[in-house]
């Protein structure tokens, strides 16, 4: 049994593309974004149908990856909310981008029935995962109006909500 264990540990590993420095299948080196560093520039469709950009010198922004079969992404969706009401009116905005594979549609329907007031757009292709090289979901930086990233999460950010709140702070006073 031990051995059937540890033999799928390595497979594992291979299946989900993660590993310690090691070469996914693409060519690209895994390397988490570090704080203080530029993110790379993104672009998504929201849900309106316009293009939301994050990075180089866009207002500061909390970014969340997200789907909408994921239990952890729901719970966090009234807090990631709140960031926008609470910070909204100052410029800073909250960007949640559904992963989901599943139509735009199906991501519509999630975002109407939980009321929420943040820009939401849809990734199916998930680019995002490998350009900010998001190991789960959610995930959930917040960025500065230079650029850099300032804090980042890999999982709920329910009991953690006072952290985001300190790092956009941050990049308020740095405006």
Known sequence: MRRAIASLIPALSVALGVGCG???????????????????????????GDTVRVGGSEPPTVLNVWATWCVSCQEEMAALDSLKREFGARGVRV????????SL????????ANHLTMTVAHDSAATINQAYQVVGVPSTFVIGGDG???????????DVVHEVESAVGKALAAR
């Open 22 to 48: 090691k070469q996914q299948d693409d060519g690209m080196v895994f390397r988490a974004l570090d704080v203080g560093t530029t993110v790379p520039a993104y672009q998504a469709r929201t849900l309106d």
């Open 95 to 102: 960007i949640a981008v559904s992963v989901d594979k599943s």
């Open 105 to 112: 549609d199906h991501v519509r329907r999630f975002a109407e």
């Open 148 to 158: 850099k990233l300032i804090w980042r999460r890999t999982g709920n950010i329910i």
